[in-house]
């Protein structure tokens, strides 16, 4: 059904303008940001074609392009130009040079957000456009997750550039003052809940039971070979910071066919070796084997760690504020939010204050539907609802045109990853042919724009 | 009918953010941003009375103050709180202390553009609303010219934040891309021609009569002498220009009850002291006269060149590049577009490029009918048809809430004057009422979806 990527897309750079809201001398400096195309099922500039528009986010673009398939899935039902953009900072595309340089100096890593972000992609996207003689196409935006807030926050800032967006699991309401804080480890909770309430119980229990052991003589040696760790474990902390994320991952990427939760709570409740009488621990470990696979040992902290790039913790310290706390109703222990010391690591670590509130500023998100249900349009906002951002997502329709589009079973980014004809389930098929025939709507009704307006209009207007 | 705004308006400065779109050290720079607030009749925010602001634009609001009269003639019937913000680098919202330091350093200067602009009054305006408790007040924008062109875009870019702009002679389509630049003149000349055709005529052929007298030995002397110069003419282009500015202006702002055009060709048709067979430059001066009235001498070069701020003189050079043309079908001298010449001129004065297309990139402006009838609500573009930047606006409706205001015989920002029901001519009067009537129709709409749609709401949403 997919072309694979590689095979028909071209890798170009276009030289980017470093600051577009600033016009003094050091403002002009550029940088090269890369841009992928595929021009493979383009049906050209004269038919006004559209153009699928991939916005890259917080990670090099060589990350995305093997999992992201909705454009490569739909480009010859559309007959589209496909492009894809990688965000200021990240892969190939990092101002002055190395990322060492880029973001350990703190005059320079302030080019990096997401209004600097998506002002590079209108230029690339109007470059395009000329450059193919495409200057009537709709352009449609599409991204996942932070990309997804990018598609959508592009759409209401550029309207003249892209006609819509497709923002796949997009928390734009994840900032501290609109989403309560402590929902991301609810939905991880319930998520596991719904698959085996003894799954929960044991992962609730398990955590106790890891500091217990522990606190004992050789507790840390007891818990390593427990857990076939492939170094020693320095402390509890290294144990428990490996479980989370396993356990947040595994809700947060639900996917069929293999759905991870089904699996890590199969483990844990079949225990080891299928004793289902094993203890505790031996059951989560059970867990991570069930996941893993079959290995000589576990827990690398050092590469499990390594996740969060320097450039996203940037972000996160600067203007994407949106701390995660775990409340008293998951089955993790509880971790109040402290925002203020959270903002503080920032500033001693960064050396500048956070503007927690400049999102919302320039955004938007307060009253979203209040302020949106009369204003703009076409946009998708699609979620799974086992994914945990989608709480901080948009979970109704905000008008005819600015909707979403959600599933039940569904978990983060599904919906614009490769389609799979053996494997996909009825409602991933059924919520990506929605979406196509929403997107199918836009560009229907724009062409018919096309000749009522545009042709019957004074120039001028 | 209108208050005088010195009655009740209190002067306020707010902390600014020097950069809103970069985070390193130097954008954490703050500069003190004036307003001024009137809540003489402002009905509170626990009746979620309306807020108008007025945005300031390229002059200092001690400028505007005199002149704006749509928010405190129509506070009481809205029992609206006004506030008027100052942009940044004009009056006093100057950053870096002093207009010479912010403008004449090229790093500095940089900070001041239209985006950070808008930026300043997002951060404004949601300052008072929390200072004033009223975050369900709806919020309307409004400015004249430029100004305009920023409530336009205000509403464009901050949906969350106002709900709707009143945009006064806006010429929003003012890029040299956009609208042909050759528009300006033409309208004047027209203004003009529709008053007289004999004044049109002698207007038309006094440039070359200028130049032929200019050419003779004592020529500037006998120029100088005709025109009653304060001080000897340097050379001819000096009083060319006087003319020019005279004559545009007369048109841009021919206002009642004066109606300076009139003025203007009721001086050049009647002659000096009433003498219709006057030479040509004897009429031309007679116009000079019956604007200005008698005075011991005219045409004081220094200062009437000086209309131009520096501010806004780098403005035009950065990003809001627009130059104008007078073309071949005018009553001018033709004087064609030389768009590299003035980009090199900037260059060499400034030493960065201009950005010619940037406005368009941030804001857009081609086939805006296209893109806004189906984004976007609650704009409303008012000119009046003998203002020559009218052309540059937007004239007809583009969507059922992106409308159109204009008027046949008004001028440029006449409506957002103060209203005098003893002169304003009913066309005026008009308008206004339309624009009112509109406005109002967004706050009552506003109110009901407030009912509807934020309590009925989860709160998420």
């Known amino acids: ?41 383009w049906g050209g500039g004269k038919s006004s074609s559209p153009i699928f528009v991939y916005l890259g986010a917080e990670a090099s673009l060589d990350f995305d392009l093997p999992y992201v398939g909705f454009l490569s899935d739909n480009a ?3 007959n589209a130009l496909l492009v894809y953009t990688e965000h200021r900072y990240y892969g190939e595309s990092i101002p002055m040079g190395t990322e060492g340089m880029a973001l350990r100096n703190a005059s320079n890593r302030g080019y990096l957000n997401s209004a600097q972000a998506i002002a590079d992609y209108a230029e690339i996207i109007i470059f395009i456009k000329q450059k193919f003689h495409a200057l009537n196409s709709p352009v449609i935006v599409i991204g996942g997750s932070y990309g997804g807030m990018l598609a959508s926050w592009f759409r209401l800032k550029y309207p003249h550039i892209a006609l819509g967006a497709l923002a796949s699991s997009a928390p734009i309401l994840d900032f501290y003052d ?18 085996s309430e003894t799954c929960y119980q044991t992962i609730k229990k398990s955590w106790a039971e890891i500091d217990e052991v522990a606190s004992k003589p050789n ?14 474990l320095r402390d509890s902390g290294e144990l428990k910071f490996y479980l989370d994320s396993m356990f947040c991952n595994g809700a947060q990427y639900n996917e069929p066919p293999r759905y991870p939760v089904n699996i890590i709570c199969k483990g844990i409740d079949d225990g080891i070796n299928g004793n289902s009488d094993s203890d505790i621990l031996s059951k989560i470990f059970s867990s991570v084997i069930s996941l893993r696979g079959n290995k000589s040992c576990y827990i690398n902290p050092p590469i499990d760690d390594a996740e969060i ?11 994407m504020v949106g701390p995660i706390e775990r409340g008293n109703d998951t089955m993790f222990p509880p971790s109040p939010l402290d925002l203020k010391g959270f903002l503080q690591e ?7 204050s956070a503007r927690p ?28 609802l086992r994914d ?27 919906d614009i990853q490769k389609a799979n004809a053996t494997t996909d389930p009825d409602w991933l098929v059924a919520q990506r042919n929605t979406e196509i025939n929403i997107i199918d709507g836009w560009i229907n009704k724009y062409y018919h724009d096309l000749l009522q307006i545009k042709k019957t209009s004074r120039k001028m207007i």
Not at 346 to 352: E, P, T
């Open 178 to 195: 609109i989403t309560p804080s402590d929902i991301y480890y609810s939905i991880v909770t319930k998520d596991f809940r719904e698959v």
């Open 346 to 352: 920032c500033k001693d670590y960064y050396g500048i």
């Open 219 to 232: 507790g840390l040696q007891i818990l390593s070979n427990k857990f076939k760790t492939c170094k020693p």
């Open 357 to 384: 509130h400049w999102i919302p500023t320039y955004y938007g998100g307060h009253d979203i539907k209040l302020i949106l249900h009369n204003f703009g349009s076409n946009i998708i906002f699609s979620n799974g």
């Open 309 to 319: 790039s320097l450039a996203w913790d940037w972000q996160t310290c600067s203007e």
């Open 1 to 41: 059904m997919s072309e694979s990527n590689s095979e028909d897309l071209k890798t170009y750079f276009y030289n980017q303008t470093l600051d577009h809201f600033n016009f003094n001398p050091e403002s002009f400096q550029t940088f090269q940001q890369r841009y992928l195309i595929s021009s493979k099922y």
């Open 76 to 78: 010859a039902r559309f």
């Open 388 to 414: 945990p951002y989608s709480r901080s997502g948009i979970l109704e329709n905000i008008s005819n045109t600015i909707v979403a589009v959600s599933t039940i079973n569904g978990s983060h980014c599904l």
